[in-house]
């Protein structure tokens, strides 16, 4: 089973940056999905941004298009989440998760409970 270690959390001023990384230990197949979620005090997970590994191709919540970037070295099995212009409401704990895909299977629309594998999470505080 893919092992994932979460990093890179801080505290920031609202419009900062922060760059998060999600590194995987074990075998990583190519037909698997990574996605970043958070979940804020009194607040449900949320899907923030995904990745499917084999073609690269992204997704993102609209509440942070435009902002966020996922991004993958698979020489180093690592996965980021570059995010920008950050706010007070991305105030969160960050966790990676990683699942595999079949083909025919989107990688953005797996909820959290489809993802065996997950990182112990960073947190991630912006102040205004």
């Known amino acids: 089973q893919v092992q994932l270690v979460d990093s890179g959390g801080g505290s920031v001023q609202a419009g900062g940056s922060l760059r998060l990384s999600c590194k995987a230990s074990?075998?990583?197949?190519?037909?698997?999905?990574i996605k970043w979620f958070r979940q804020a005090p009194g607040k449900g997970r949320e899907g923030v941004a995904s990745?499917?590994?084999?073609?690269?191709?992204?997704a993102y919540a609209d509440s942070v298009k435009g902002r966020f970037t996922i991004s993958q070295d698979n020489a180093k099995n690592t996965w980021y989440l570059q995010m920008n212009s950050l706010r007070s409401e991305d105030t969160a704990i960050y966790l990676c998760?990683?699942?595999?895909?079949?083909?025919?299977?989107?990688?953005?629309?797996?909820?959290?409970?489809?993802?065996?594998?997950w990182g112990q999470g960073t947190q991630v505080t912006v102040s205004s």
């Open positions: 998760a990683a699942t595999p895909l079949r083909p025919i299977d989107s990688c953005w629309a797996q909820e959290g409970e489809r993802f065996p594998s």
């Open positions: 074990g075998y990583t197949y190519n037909n698997y999905c």
């Open positions: 990745i499917r590994i084999a073609s690269g191709s992204t």
